[in-house]
């Protein structure tokens, strides 16, 4: 008993109720039945769950609280391991300082190695608090040191407490942390990397639609098991809920006990009827029908061919229940599917800038916000936007008030009372802007957005000039080419931008390994632009994050169709869109295609997305032009020498403001009027000489006034408006970038010719 935290020399008192507690609390326990102190126990706390409604006999003596008196036993009885307690009962009976003593008995130096790693990883109060709490429940419900302790139990843990609240998540994650930090865990294993699945067997994921006959079942196992080697693992999971869930389990309901591929054609027939439209409504037709039909009839065929050099398969060979006919509508199938995603871009593509526009101002406004309620304390009241606030404790944490005065930035609304996460609202506003910039400058993949890392950055030194430009190396996620980017100014802002918010933590940018919900696959660490802070740690910003962010940023710009929805922007619409100003742009196809990473340049040309009968004759006009010069360049795989003179053709767009962007190939349309062309880029160096300009023009329309040269005045005008908006831009630009940002870069040196 004196080797018990709780033990004080001196304190009469303190060791009376040890000694009678536990006294008390044994003598309680002998009376139970059962086997062991273990078994009394759980006897015990089956006839009492509250530890309230013990027997009288726990009752304090000389005056103890009965609370003081029944907690000094059962501290006694946990501190000397006599008993596992369950955890309900440590539920009920929430003794925090329990928690804290137990880690003086049980060892003490891991948990004061694992408390010291932790804050060095950042953790603090709550978060702390928690992780620490949850290594004590579990060192007390195993009777297990907390060297022995393994993952499972952690997990055990968490899906205990979510029986309770269902969200429960609070310090587990920090707690597994820890355990890998003072070596008891594998280094680099998470929580969240555990409790995942990873990719599943063939047989479990047939196994999953509950196909009645074994025969046919092994037979689906078997034939998806050929083709799995050539399949990427998302493709699999279609190809298996086509064969095994929407045709063969729908025949077997169908025609329960049918045990050959020979479906009879009544079977077939309503099969087909069932699945042409979806849960059997006839205004909800399935866009899918003739894809499923195609991989049904590949299926039958596939067993044919493959009897002929395998006659295992023989026995299985039948009629093919889809005839050529059925699967001739998968043409008139990807022919409305383009439809449909070229009205998309009609739809979307006018609104753009006004998105972009939106998700820039409310990044900014945030930010301001942000930065004003954390010059302020606690309870005290400020004004953002002519709204008054006052800076409170967030609801979690109100009981931690005096302990935890910042743990969380919030802000209440005097006007509404709704309390605010204020720094987690201008997180928010920056991973969306962030997003959408990077979506529509690049065209990239959705995919290929969340696996971009610090690496994907290089430089290139063009022979002629020796000008570095950098480019944006990415990492294809459905073909095996990977290509470079090149890397407009714009697309530089953004990620110096990204690269300036997640080196101010540490001066470093945080390795995180990225989960593929598709793939079921969790890469390695790596210095990922878009992962987010979740309280102590960094993680990857997931797909479904990503349309939550841009559904809200839609909602908030009040973007709706023609008939008043709001609109809704998905990653690949940017794509299209690029795609589609890129080649009516005048970009060749063949080059946009590489850029797009498309192994056929008639993926490309389907991205294109026109408006009006005009403008598509007007450009197949220019294509007939130029097919008359290069009849079929343009529609081939470009040679070296043509890429390498696309990456260096703007080396002849210098001009004294900044770099003419019209497109590739084309001559100049304005007279060399530059100042008043949209394709004149911007040097930000030369705002100077733009502001210089524009007093001069403003000069020149007051002569003209004075002179009554009226003729002069619009000329002049327009050209003053037109270097105001580039001047306008520069200073955008320039509020976006946190000043000079070293990317970090590696150079990729041109090759020796």
């Not at 009678?20 to 089956?46: C, F, H, I, N, P």
């Not at 110096?496 to 995180?512: E, F, K």
Request: proline share 5%; net charge positive; charged share 25%.
């Amino acid at each position: 008993m004196q080797a018990l935290p709780d033990w004080v020399e001196g304190s009469y008192w303190t060791r009376w109720n040890l000694n009678g507690g536990l006294e008390a609390l044994l003598e309680l326990l002998r009376e139970q039945t059962g086997d062991g102190w273990q078994a009394k126990w759980s006897a015990l706390t089956q006839q009492y769950p509250l530890w309230t409604g013990w027997p009288e006999q726990m009752r304090g003596r000389r005056g103890s609280g009965r609370r003081t008196f029944i907690s000094a036993g059962v501290r006694s009885v946990f501190h000397l391991r006599l008993i596992q307690p369950s955890l309900p009962f440590l539920r009920s009976y929430h003794s925090p300082q329990m928690y804290a003593r137990i880690r003086q008995v049980v060892s003490p130096a891991l948990f004061a190695a694992a408390e010291h790693a932790a804050q060095a990883r950042g953790v603090r109060g709550e978060h702390l608090r928690e992780a620490l709490n949850n290594l004590s429940t579990t060192v007390l419900l195993t009777g297990k040191d907390l060297d022995e302790v393994t993952g499972d139990d952690l997990i055990a843990l968490s899906a205990h407490a979510r029986s309770y609240t269902p969200k429960y998540t609070a310090g587990s994650n920090a707690a597994w942390q820890m355990m890998t930090d003072i070596g008891v865990f594998p280094v680099g294993s998470t929580r969240r990397q555990a409790m995942r699945t990873g990719q599943k067997t063939t047989a479990e994921l047939v196994d999953a639609y509950g196909i009645e006959n074994r025969p046919i079942r092994d037979l689906l196992v078997r034939y998806l098991d050929e083709h799995r080697p050539c399949l990427d693992y998302g493709s699999l999971v279609e190809r298996v809920r086509t064969v095994s869930k929407r045709y063969w389990r729908e025949i077997e309901l169908l025609s329960p006990g049918i045990a050959t591929l020979e479906v009879p054609r009544e079977v077939i027939a309503a099969w087909k009827d069932k699945l042409a439209f979806i849960d059997g409504d006839p205004l909800r037709p399935r866009i899918g029908f003739a894809t499923i039909l195609t991989m049904v009839r590949a299926f039958y065929l596939d067993i044919q061919e493959w009897a002929l050099e395998d006659p295992t398969w023989a026995p299985w060979v039948a009629r093919c229940p889809i005839s050529r006919n059925d699967t001739e509508g998968l043409t008139k199938t990807k022919k409305a599917t383009t439809a449909r995603m070229h009205q998309r871009v009609r739809d979307r593509l006018p609104h753009l800038p006004r998105l972009v526009a939106s998700a820039e101002d409310w990044k900014a406004d945030q930010t301001a916000f942000l930065a004003t309620a954390f010059a302020c304390s606690l309870d005290e009241e400020f004004t953002h936007n002519g709204v008054a606030y006052r800076r409170v404790v967030g609801k979690l944490f109100r009981r931690l008030r005096s302990k935890l005065p910042d743990a969380r930035l919030y802000a209440e609304n005097l006007e509404t009372g709704d309390v605010i996460d204020v720094a987690y609202q201008e997180d928010n506003a920056f991973w969306t802007w962030a997003i959408i910039e990077t979506l529509r400058h690049t065209g990239i993949r959705i995919e290929e957005l969340l696996e971009l890392t610090h690496l994907a950055l290089v430089s290139y030194r063009l022979p002629g000039t020796g000008e570095v430009v950098p480019l944006l190396q990415i990492v294809p996620s459905k073909s095996n080419e990977e290509r470079l980017l090149l890397v407009t100014p714009e697309l530089a802002s953004v990620l110096a931008s990204v690269i300036s918010r997640l080196r101010a933590y540490d001066g470093q940018i945080p390795l995180t390994a990225r989960y593929d919900g598709i793939e079921r696959t969790t890469s390695a660490p790596l210095p990922h632009l878009f992962p987010r802070r979740s309280g102590w740690r960094f993680e990857v910003i997931s797909q479904g994050t990503v349309l939550k962010l841009l559904r809200v940023a839609v909602a908030r710009t009040g973007i709706v169709d023609q008939s008043g929805q709001p609109l809704r922007y998905t990653p690949h619409d940017f794509r299209r869109m690029f795609a589609t100003e890129a080649v009516t742009g005048g970009l060749p196809v063949h080059i946009a295609a590489r850029i797009l990473g498309h192994a056929n340049i008639n993926t490309t040309q389907a991205y294109r997305a026109v408006f009006h009968d005009d403008l598509v004759r007007a450009y197949r006009a220019f294509i007939d032009s130029r097919r008359a010069v290069r009849p079929t360049e343009e529609y081939r795989q470009p040679t070296d020498a043509e890429w390498n003179e696309f990456q260096q053709h703007f080396e002849l767009r210098k001009l004294e403001l900044g770099t003419c962007g019209r497109p590739y190939g084309t001559p100049c349309n304005h007279e060399h009027a530059c100042i008043r062309c949209p394709m004149m880029r911007i040097d930000p160096r030369a705002e100077h000489r733009l502001a210089e300009i524009i007093a001069n023009l403003t000069d020149r329309i007051g002569e003209a006034h004075t002179n009554g040269w009226f003729g002069e005045v619009d000329g002049l005008e327009t050209s003053r408006r037109a270097a105001e908006h580039k001047l306008a831009a520069i200073h955008r630009t320039t509020r976006n970038t946190p000043g000079a940002t070293n990317l970090g870069i590696p150079t990729l040196r041109a090759e020796a010719t």
